[in-house]
Structures are given as structure tokens and as C-alpha cells.
């Protein structure tokens, strides 16, 4: 399979797990991929994620978040903004705010991969890579 879009294919696998409620999700492993994972850590929508090695290929394995006794998805959605055939791309003031802050958007700046909050704080703009809640 060659998926051209690394980060839909993986915010699809996380997105399809969920709502299978399954523990773990594999995940092709990339820089990108292993970025976009540290952050969703951070704000706590994942659990942990590592890496391991399948098939001689590096895969992330990510353990998903779940509460309460139904075990409700903590990332209740996944939406990709920016696609390989239409970028998004916002200044520091034009950064959207997702339901108010109580969801994130994952920001691909020149200091890296971060939240919109970070992106602001630091005063940077970016590619809007996805949104998250």
C-alpha cells in the first residue's frame, strides 16, 4: 500500500480503532507520525505510544485512552485540515481555536510540531495539520 497522506491514514487507523474500542493501534512510524503522536501524549488523548518493528518495518504502536465503565473514546474526533492537494496554512493571529480550546489543532511550524495553544504562545504560525477532541 502506498498511502501518500501519512498523517490521514494515520489519524484514519486511530479514528477506526477507537471506535472498535481496541487497546493498542500499529501505526507506519515517520517522523511525522511520531511527532503528531508526542502531542496528542501531551495533551492526554493517548495513553503512551513506542516503537517496535514488523515486517523490518518501524511501526508506533499507540495505546488508546478510554473512560468510564462503557470505556467512551477520551479523542472523540479526528478531523484532517490540511491535505497534499489543498494546504492550510494560518499566521499566528489567524490560528483557530477548536470548540473554544476545548480541543486542540495540531500545528506544523518551523519549531516543530505543536498545539495551536504552543504555536500562539510562541508567537509562530504554521501548516494546520488536523484538529482533535
Not at 511525522?32 to 488523548?45: C, D, N, Q
Request: glycine residues 8%; charged residues 25%.
Amino acid at each position: 500500500m502506498a498511502a501518500n497522506d501519512t498523517i490521514a491514514d494515520m489519524l484514519t487507523r486511530i479514528r477506526n480503532a477507537n471506535l472498535a474500542r481496541h487497546q493498542t493501534v500499529g501505526i507506519p512510524s515517520t517522523r511525522m507520525t511520531r511527532s503528531i503522536a508526542k502531542v496528542l501524549k501531551e495533551e492526554g488523548f493517548i495513553t503512551d505510544f513506542s516503537e517496535t518493528t514488523v515486517e523490518e518495518r518501524p511501526q508506533l504502536v499507540v495505546a488508546l485512552k478510554y473512560k468510564g465503565k462503557t470505556r467512551q473514546p477520551i479523542i472523540r474526533n479526528l478531523t484532517r485540515v490540511s491535505k497534499p492537494g489543498l494546504r492550510v496554512y494560518s499566521n499566528r493571529k489567524e490560528l483557530p481555536r477548536v470548540l473554544g480550546g476545548i480541543g486542540i489543532a495540531i500545528v506544523s511550524t518551523s519549531s516543530g510540531i505543536m498545539t495551536d495553544r504552543d504555536a500562539r504562545r510562541q508567537g509562530i504560525g504554521g501548516e494546520v495539520l488536523c484538529y482533535v477532541w
